[in-house]
């Protein structure tokens, strides 16, 4: 399954990227996320509930991160497990260029299912993650222009806490243990790897977003 787009956010580019890795603001984001934790230099963990045709699954994963470029994209790979409802995994390139007005953000996903979930159909689930992609940028593109406009907001709180931790540049370094075949994935042709979940819905757990996130994410998508 492979989702591609790209989505204008009214706000710099420097704060679209420190709301890339900031836990909260891609919690609020990603559709059906009860918890995410983690930050971009040590890798995320998030549960996320959401119905795809008749399976309801609530799936636990993973995310990590590679080739961070502070403030323009990074490259993140994950997997997650639903029990009997089956598994997703992935990879993305988000990435963030400066326009009139704000930012774009552009993403490029690539991930797979497997289990009850992959028996509905390549239609029903890639429908399933285009809208939760969709459902994602809206939300997180809401978060940040309201921060944007209102620096009292907690959400901005969040940003600048989250800009404190972020690398100064270069790539991440990251146990070779965290996550099962995510070098292999991170790997893989680099142009063809571009944005989650994130975020997975970052890479269909933190939104296959940001997860989606990414969530996004990250976390997604």
Do not use: H
């Not at 636990?60 to 990074?74: A, C, H, L, Q, T």
């Not at 406009?149 to 070779?176: I, M, N, R, Y």
Request: overall charge negative; aromatic content about 6%; glycine content about 10%.
């Amino acid at each position: 399954m492979q989702m591609q787009g790209e989505r204008k956010i009214a706000a710099t580019r420097e704060k679209v990227w420190a709301a890339l890795n900031a836990p909260t603001v891609l919690k609020a984001s990603i559709p059906g996320c009860e918890a995410l934790d983690g930050t971009v230099s040590e890798g995320m963990t998030a549960t996320a509930a959401f119905k795809v045709g008749p399976i309801s699954a609530r799936f636990n994963g993973k995310v990590i991160f590679s080739e961070v470029d502070p403030p323009n994209g990074y490259v993140m790979a994950g997997e997650g497990a639903g029990g009997i409802a089956g598994f997703a995994k992935g990879g993305a390139r988000v990435s963030l260029e400066d326009v009139e007005d704000g930012t774009l953000l552009r993403y490029n996903v690539d991930a797979q299912v497997g289990g009850k979930i992959a028996q509905l159909g390549a239609r029903l689930i890639d429908a399933t993650a285009k809208k939760m992609a969709d459902q994602f940028f809206v939300r997180f593109a809401s978060e940040v222009e309201q921060s944007n406009s209102d620096p009292g907001k907690p959400t901005d709180e969040a940003v600048q806490a989250a800009s404190t931790e972020l690398p100064a540049s270069g790539a991440t370094d990251f146990s070779p243990s965290s996550i099962q075949a995510a070098p292999a994935l991170v790997a893989a042709r680099p142009r063809d790897y571009p944005n989650v979940l994130a975020l997975s819905a970052m890479v269909a757990v933190v939104g296959i977003v940001a997860i989606v996130a990414m969530l996004t994410y990250a976390l997604a998508r």
